[in-house]
């Protein structure tokens, strides 16, 4: 590869868009035009006006990710133009995305013609202006790890920027010096598929209105909520501010607390949220920010009483279904609309929430959090075969990894946040990426991360040998009576007692991990540890008169998640784990679980064989939000800040392998367990993504009993356990069987 990383001689003060641009002729059209394109910290590319691709694809500290894309369909012959917007952030924002004191532009493109190659490559003859019309700032209530929000003046104002050339890089070689030295920038292929956003949809305006100080206000909505990238096409008078506020939701103002929120669709609530504004010049123009913006409604504020305001959307997300092969798109349809309504929702919030990273929300934060990534990563799991993103959150996160073996709560992030219980739903996330890809290579990359992550724990076992207190912070929940979401006593740095569980659980998935990659004496040890720190938590964790486990030792309260953790780790079976449960959900003084903890608490029903007895009370929440018209799931169904939140989308996973039945027996699914669940209705049926390909499953009533029929897209070899208790072991890829419950 060629192309020098160019640079501004410059050191800029505040943040600004950079435009290179190159130009050059052709003579005739050639048949491709390959291009490789990074930039600090981040571009779009355009071609003759025509957006090609944006990036560069976020990533770990040590390394640019770099986009490949053909670019030939937007050339034509004659004068041709290459234009890469920059955007260069100084100062404390924009956390998820690593940046250097310049703007800096690394480009090498590849003209095809037959046996004909020309190069176009980054150098000092490229040309470089800096615009001096926008400012940026942080939005209100909005987190600096999102882009900042921009303040357009009327007028372009460019500056030339002298360029220099900073260094040759070379991706196809190792990444050091002869001498051994690291250079400026490690460069890599973009890991995961480049996408772009959707075809432009127009918004609905729904609500024009005069305000109390006298400003004209139009409300847009969008139907469902989602990540876009929005284009606003106005014509308004000379000087007239226009200001563009993205809102999740309508919301009541309560005084000086947060606004209340019921119906979210409710137009006589009010429209709040973080927002652009612009200066018009009096003629038609097009504002698009740099950055998606999260939203469901759009509400333009402006001086002008004749403002002429259109906005479109084209919507962001990663492309799980473009990127699935043979077919592998998960689906879900049953008798209850209920439950299709929860699957959609839940594939919208999901969708949502993964871009170029899994965010635990899209508005807020956009951070990838090891806790919210392990959830959608399972749900995501069974909405599309292709793993990319799944492989991808394990090795950003394995690059975060602190000396003392913790890894870093969300990553990528300039600011270090240190969260223990994080570290162990990374191992969990591993396992369970083993799991459904079968893909022992790059778990046993993997596994000395992991080792030193586990030791990072037994460093923190104290002389009763259950996991101590920490300097970090050991959020467990968002849990009311819970200060900053750590059980009482927790948080003066006492031992709380789910994570000494948590760590028997991640030492009993590594152990399966190990024994799958032939390292059987290391999994023989992290048993013992495993068996070591149950018999420890039994011993000191444990209320006798309650029978329950406690939250913290020494302590008497209690809670669901020592009681479900309990299960998980095997610090309980068989009928004291069933028995356990049935304490927990009886008693209105334990703590219960928030959202975030939903998935891990079916999971522990499904384990002590208890699904059917309580899980519809866990769904009520998810039926509360659809009553109050929500298009994506919250943080929590009472009052959420946030009104997207990955780790709520849990109905796609237990309706895919609950209802449906479909679970990875074996690693990869080369055994599949399908296990079907009626649950009171009268038909279901679904797709299962598995690798290169599919199962599909069908059960409907028919008679006294059921029809089931299961399909797989290649033979594998299925376990099949009816409702009843009958097992079938077959090879075929077609199958249809009667049953009763």
């Known amino acids: 590869m060629n192309g020098y990383w160019i640079t501004t001689r410059q050191t800029p003060q505040k943040s600004a868009y950079y435009y290179f641009t190159k130009q050059f002729s052709l003579e005739k059209l050639p048949e491709s035009f390959s291009v490789n394109i990074c930039a600090d910290r981040r571009y779009i590319l355009y071609i003759n006006g025509v957006e090609i691709a944006h990036g560069p694809c976020q990533s770990g500290e040590e390394m640019r990710y770099f986009e490949t894309v053909n670019a030939a369909h937007a050339l034509k012959k004659g004068e041709n133009e290459i234009a890469v917007r920059v955007f260069h952030v100084v100062g404390d924002s924009f956390i998820a995305v690593y940046g250097k004191e310049k703007p800096a532009l690394w480009f090498c493109g590849k003209l095809r013609s037959g046996y004909e190659e020309t190069l176009l490559f980054s150098d000092s003859s490229w040309q470089c202006k800096r615009s001096d019309a926008v400012s940026f700032r942080r939005g209100e209530r909005i987190h600096n790890s999102v882009a900042p929000f921009e303040d357009v003046a009327k007028d372009e104002i460019l500056t030339d920027e002298e360029i220099i050339e900073d260094y040759e890089p070379r991706p196809e070689r190792a990444s050091t010096t002869c001498y051994g030295l690291n250079e400026k920038y490690i460069l890599t292929p973009r890991p995961i598929p480049v996408f772009t956003s959707d075809k432009s949809e127009k918004l609905k305006e729904i609500r024009r209105y005069t305000d109390k100080d006298g400003k004209t206000c139009v409300e847009f909505d969008a139907g469902r909520y989602t990540t876009s990238f929005v284009d606003v096409v106005f014509k308004a008078k000379t000087e007239a501010e226009i200001k ?168 990528p992030s300039t600011h270090r946040q240190i969260i223990p219980g994080f570290t162990l739903f990374w191992v969990l996330m591993s396992r369970e990426y083993l799991r459904y890809t079968g893909d022992t290579e790059f778990v046993r990359s993997m596994s000395g991360v992991v080792d030193r992550a586990l030791e990072g724990f037994e460093a923190m076992l104290n002389e009763r040998g259950i996991v101590g207190g920490s300097k970090y912070w050991m959020f467990t929940d968002w849990v009311d009576s819970w200060k900053l979401g750590v059980p009482t006593g927790g ?23 190990c024994e799958k990659c032939g390292r059987r004496g290391l999994a023989e040890e992290y048993r013992e540890r495993k068996s070591r720190i149950i018999q420890n938590i039994n011993k000191y964790c444990f209320d006798a008169e309650k029978q329950m486990y406690v939250d913290v030792p020494g302590r008497r309260d209690f809670s669901r998640h020592t009681a479900v953790w309990a299960v998980l780790s095997d610090t309980v079976t068989g009928d004291d784990a069933r028995e356990l449960i049935i304490r927990a959900f009886g008693d209105e003084s334990v703590s219960k679980c928030s959202f975030s903890m939903n998935y891990y608490t079916f999971r522990a029903l499904e384990k002590a064989g208890l699904y059917d007895d309580y899980s519809d009370e866990l769904f009520d929440g998810w039926r509360y939000m659809l009553d109050m018209h929500c298009t994506t799931w919250c943080e929590n169904p009472g009052q959420p800040r946030s009104e997207c939140h990955g780790w709520s989308s849990v109905p796609i996973y237990e309706f895919s392998e609950h209802i449906l039945g479909v679970y990875p027996e074996d690693d990869g699914y080369k055994v599949v367990r399908i296990t079907p669940h009626t649950f009171g209705l009268e038909n279901a049926q679904g797709r299962v993504p598995v690798p290169g390909g599919y199962i599909d499953v069908s059960f409907k009533k028919h008679g006294d009993g059921y029809i089931l029929h299961i399909s797989s897209s290649k033979r594998r070899t299925l376990h099949i356990i009816l409702p009843g208790g009958d097992e079938i072991l077959t090879d075929e890829s077609e199958i249809s069987l009667e049953f009763t419950e």
């Not at 006589?268 to 920010?289: H, M, Q, R």
């Not at 509400?299 to 699935?324: L, Q």
């Not at 948080?491 to 991990?513: C, D, G, H, K, N």
Request: aromatic letters at 14%; glycine letters at 6%.
């Open 244 to 411: 563009i506020t993205y809102a999740e939701c309508y919301a009541f103002p309560d005084g000086e607390n947060k606004p209340k929120k019921f119906r979210r669709d409710d137009t006589s609530g009010c429209l709040f949220g973080a927002y652009d504004s612009v200066i018009s010049d009096g003629n038609k123009k097009t504002f698009t920010p740099f950055w998606y913006r999260a939203f469901r409604f759009i509400k333009i504020e402006t001086d002008d009483a004749g403002i002429d305001v259109e906005i479109f959307h084209r919507r962001y997300v990663y492309p799980f279904e473009k990127a699935a092969e043979n077919g592998g798109v998960g689906s879900f349809l049953c008798s209850d609309e209920t439950l299709n309504k929860m699957w959609d929702v839940s594939l919208n919030t999901v969708e949502c929430s993964t871009h170029e990273i899994f965010v635990d929300c899209p508005y807020y934060e956009q951070q990838q959090y090891c806790m919210d990534g392990a959830l959608e990563s399972l749900f995501a799991f069974r909405m599309s075969n292709d793993r990319s993103m799944q492989k991808k959150i394990i090795f950003d996160m394995a690059q975060s990894q602190q000396t003392d073996g913790m890894i870093q709560a969300n990553y």
């Open 491 to 513: 948080i003066e740095r006492e031992p709380v007692t789910v994570y000494s569980m948590m760590y028997a659980a991640a030492l009993e998935s590594q152990a399966q991990v």
